[in-house]
């Protein structure tokens, strides 16, 4: 059994490049281009690891986070979080 993993990216060509690649490495890898399309999915499929960006259009990855670590449904989740920020302070 492949292991499901979730990208939400909202710029469409890194999300992609990144799903293409976890598919083509033996995931299970679905793409979501802001919070809304991963509530949807979370409701139907939990994964084993979300790749979550931070800068999203209509809900921050970092607020999103909060939300899914509060939550007994998906505090478990590991969540890795991508940025094109480059502060130390970002980074951290």
């Known amino acids: 059994m492949k292991a499901v993993l ?3 990216e909202d710029d469409s060509g890194i999300r992609e490049l990144v799903v293409y690649t976890l598919n083509n490495m ?3 890898a679905a793409g979501f281009s802001d ?3 991963l509530y949807t999915a979370l409701s139907e499929k939990l994964p084993e690891l979300i790749l ?5 259009p209509d809900e921050d990855g ?5 939300k899914l670590k509060s939550s007994s449904l998906y ?5 890795i979080m991508l940025t094109a920020k480059s502060t ?3 980074k951290v």
């Open 62 to 66: 970092v607020e999103i986070l909060k």
């Open 35 to 37: 919070a809304q399309e």
């Open 75 to 79: 505090s478990s989740i590991p969540v």
């Open 52 to 56: 979550l960006d931070i800068m999203l």
């Open 88 to 90: 130390e302070y970002d």
């Open 26 to 28: 033996g995931f299970e």
């Open 6 to 8: 979730y990208c939400v």
